[in-house]
Nanobody, 123 residues
Framework: QVQLVESGGGLVQAGGSLRLACAASGRTFSTYVMAWFRQAPGKEREFVAAISWTGGRTNYADSVKGRFTISRDNAKNTVYLQMNSLRPEDTAVYYC????????????????WGQGSQVTVSS
């Protein structure tokens, strides 16, 4: 398994940008599918984006397509989420997740989770 630590959250105005990073420890990071989920107050956690272990495949929730970009640097054991054109409805705690299976869009598809990073978008 890998241990995951998110960073880069904060407060931003609508239309602005943020980049989240998720640093992983463990020698097998490069073989793990990585994903981002988010949970807004009073709502269930939802899928945002995922990337294959090579970086060659990505998957996005419809709500973030064209605005968010997931990427990874296996040499640095880090996955990123670049968030542009942020909206107030993007406000949530963002979680990094990892698994050694295939790309999944459901929580149960991931066995390793970070502690979360708060992103707040003001209108």
């Amino acid at each position: 398994q890998v241990q995951l630590v998110e960073s880069g959250g904060g407060l931003v105005q609508a239309g602005g940008s943020l980049r989240l990073a998720c640093a992983a420890s463990g020698r097998t990071f490069s073989t793990y599918v990585m994903a981002w989920f988010r949970q807004a107050p009073g709502k269930e956690r939802e899928f945002v984006a995922a990337i294959s272990w090579t970086g060659g495949r990505t998957n996005y929730a419809d709500s973030v397509k064209g605005r968010f970009t997931i990427s990874r640097d296996n040499a640095k054991n880090t996955v990123y989420l670049q968030m542009n054109s942020l909206r107030p409805e993007d406000t949530a705690v963002y979680y990094c997740a990892a698994d050694d299976g295939g790309i999944a869009t459901l929580e149960r598809g991931y066995t390793c989770w970070g502690q979360g990073s708060q992103v707040t978008v003001s209108s």
